[in-house]
């Protein structure tokens, strides 16, 4: 881990202002703590030699008081500017995986850890860490000087020693980023590992599998642990080095005011600013030793909440013909996956036309790759594609926990009228009269509450409200009973009517009404479409 990285600072310009002021709030309270230190030597001087003690003490009274609403600044600037930094990295961090191509964005468990933990775990990083070393840049400046006017021989050990922090403190930084990053991949991995049996819980229970589970969550979570408190021990045992190097170089600047002191060389009130003031030179950097542990994890999860952050979103150019026959056009498109050697698609030259296009071919031969190449949300990895907007569902449709209406208008703001319009052309006012608040109706994850054939309904009917020029269906009829399937073609024929669909299906009742139909050969035989 770098003492500094300006990637943060330059990425999210919202970081700047706060660490600005929690860095000069730092410096101040810096400053007011040396005065304080000699207010209080001359107050305790005063009260020693008898002399009245007013002036120094409301000096001290006057100082402590505005440490203190220094300090109380810096805590409320400090949760302000954690809570305002950490959204905006979580918010620019979600805005580029929802333009990042499937293969380009981080798979589902690791972007939930960095959305949640790592955006929540840059917040000491930014709002302690960074004002602590600024802080530490100028403080054991102003404490130096101050010495140097005070006591010069003081001031000596204090530089002589001085040094010895920081690069006591590089060196735990190197061996605590080494165990960072492994606790980082351990947290990651607990958090995949659990969403997916939480995920898959109903049918581990079905198999008979669930307390397997048990077993494996534990293992996984007991090298989270063993890491959690590797990392723990290197903090502690570091504070506590830091500590004693710096008591020690107060004690040695204590000893030799001390001795100077016996033999008459210097004055108690000299004697005592310099053993005040020495502690003001170290505690910033102690505090830097400090907040580098809280901060660690924050700048783990910087690295991977930026990365990428400075690569364009790549989008397929819209095709230049906008109102003519051709929507979308494929000129020796293929993809391959990443870690794959053959492609999944390859070479498919065509052209998405008006109405209803039936896209065939045996199971694995790259329909639904090639639909999801269509539709942006993988990059061709050979030849030239135009296509305009495009409303993609997919085999697993996302179906939000959120309201019926809620469901129907994501990604489109159509009106109740039109709502209305395409329930009705789709069969889903008859699902929606059904339930218990009609469209207000809440649903559970993945459309919980619904049947397949209600679903299949529901997400059509979206697609029918979008307003995206291509509608691309992945087995709309898949595993749906004849009667539901009936329906979704009729309505799949009538949305055609409306703008251009292709669908992926093995439903020959479906492909035969198509008006274009798309073959592709299988793998090991396939040149390309036949359209
Ligand atoms: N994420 C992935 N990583 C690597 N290979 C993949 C991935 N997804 C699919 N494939 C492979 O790409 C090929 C095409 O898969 P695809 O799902 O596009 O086929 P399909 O024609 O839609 O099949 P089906 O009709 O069974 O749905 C298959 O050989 C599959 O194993």
Wanted: with cysteine; charged share 15%; hydrophobic share 50%.
């Amino acid at each position: 881990m770098r003492p500094f990285d300006p990637q943060l600072l330059r990425a999210v310009p919202a970081t700047r202002l706060p660490v600005a002021l929690l860095a000069l709030i730092g410096g101040l309270s810096g400053a007011v703590a040396i005065a304080q230190a000699i207010a209080v030597a001359h107050l305790v001087v005063a009260v020693v030699e008898g002399h009245s003690f007013w002036t120094p003490g409301l000096w001290v009274l006057g100082l402590f008081t505005l440490r203190g609403v220094l300090n109380a600044s810096t805590e409320t600037v400090a949760a302000h500017a954690g809570a305002r930094i950490s959204g905006a990295l979580r918010e620019g961090a979600m805005r580029r995986w929802m333009t990042q191509t499937a293969d380009e964005r981080p798979g589902p468990s690791a972007m939930l850890t960095m959305a949640t933990k790592g955006a929540a775990a840059v917040e000491p990083y930014v709002a302690r860490y960074l004002p602590a070393l600024v802080t530490a840049g100028v403080v054991p400046v102003f404490a130096i000087a101050a010495m140097l006017v005070v006591d010069w021989p003081s001031a000596l050990i204090v530089i002589v020693t001085l040094p010895l922090l920081p690069v006591f403190a590089a060196l735990i930084g190197r061996y605590t980023q080494r165990a960072t990053a492994e606790r980082w991949v351990e947290t990651t991995m607990l958090a995949g590992h659990f969403s997916d049996v939480v995920a898959g819980l109903p049918t581990l229970v079905a198999y008979g599998r669930g307390e397997h589970q048990v077993e494996q969550i534990h293992r996984v979570g007991e090298r989270h642990r063993s890491a959690t408190m590797r990392t723990l021990r290197i903090a502690f045992l570091s504070s506590a080095a830091l500590d004693l190097l710096a008591t020690i170089s107060v004690a040695m600047v204590a000893v030799a005011v001390g001795l100077r002191m016996a033999h008459g060389d210097v004055s108690l009130l000299t004697g005592l600013m310099a053993i005040l003031i020495a502690p003001e030179a170290y505690w910033p950097i102690r505090r830097v030793g400090q907040e580098f542990h809280a901060a660690a994890d924050g700048v783990e999860a910087i690295d991977s909440l930026l990365a990428g952050s400075d690569a364009r979103p790549w989008h397929a150019p819209a095709p230049e013909q906008a109102g003519g026959l051709a929507r979308a056009m494929l000129s020796g498109v293929s993809y391959i996956y990443p870690g794959q050697q053959s492609p999944a698609v390859s070479g498919v030259t065509s052209v998405v036309r008006d109405g209803l296009t039936a896209l065939t071919g045996p199971s694995g031969c790259g329909k639904s790759t090639l639909l999801e190449v269509i539709a942006g949300a993988r990059r061709p990895t050979a030849g030239r594609l135009e296509v305009p907007s495009t409303h993609l569902v997919s085999q697993r449709p996302f179906i939000a926990p959120m309201s019926v209406r809620a469901n129907l208008t994501l990604g489109n703001d159509a009106s109740v009228d039109e709502i209305r319009e395409a329930m009705a052309a789709t069969g889903f006012d008859d699902v929606v009269l059904g339930m218990p608040d009609g469209v207000n109706t809440s649903l559970g994850d993945e459309g919980f509450g619904l049947s397949a054939g209600q679903r299949a309904r529901l997400v059509l009917t979206r697609a029918w409200l979008s307003d995206a020029a291509i509608v691309l269906l992945d087995e709309p009829t898949a595993h749906l009973d004849p009667a539901s399937a009936a329906d979704i073609r009729e309505a799949i024929v009538a949305l055609a009517a409306r703008k251009p669909v292709v669908v992926v299906t093995h439903d020959e009742e479906l492909a035969a009404r198509a008006d274009n139909q798309w073959r592709i050969a299988a793998r090991s035989t396939r040149d390309e479409v036949t359209a």
